[in-house]
């Protein structure tokens, strides 16, 4: 599994950051899937993920992930609670 940050990618790959409203920025972990799609979660939005086959068109469907995400009411988002580590 290879993990690397959309900010760092933007140079190897020409690919602007990722940017909400009025520039906000985002941290976008991207990951290649066992079948090869590229997979995204924004950090600072729970639950708010998307794929694609590259990373240009992931990085445009994190875009609308986000915008989509932002367009529900709070009420009707998951609520983070914390996170724990776990000894197996």
């Known amino acids: 599994m290879i993990l690397f940050f959309a900010r760092c990618m933007k140079t190897h790959l ?49 875009r609308e992930a986000i915008a989509l995400y932002r367009s529900v009411e709070p009420a009707h988002r998951s609520r983070f609670v914390e996170v724990r580590h776990i000894e197996v």
């Open 14 to 62: 020409r690919t602007p950051p990722v940017r909400g409203r009025m520039g906000e920025r985002f941290t976008v972990v991207v990951e290649r899937g066992e079948d090869g799609y590229f997979l995204s979660e924004v950090i600072e939005l729970p639950g708010c993920r998307s794929q694609a086959k590259t990373v240009d068109d992931l990085m445009l469907r994190t």
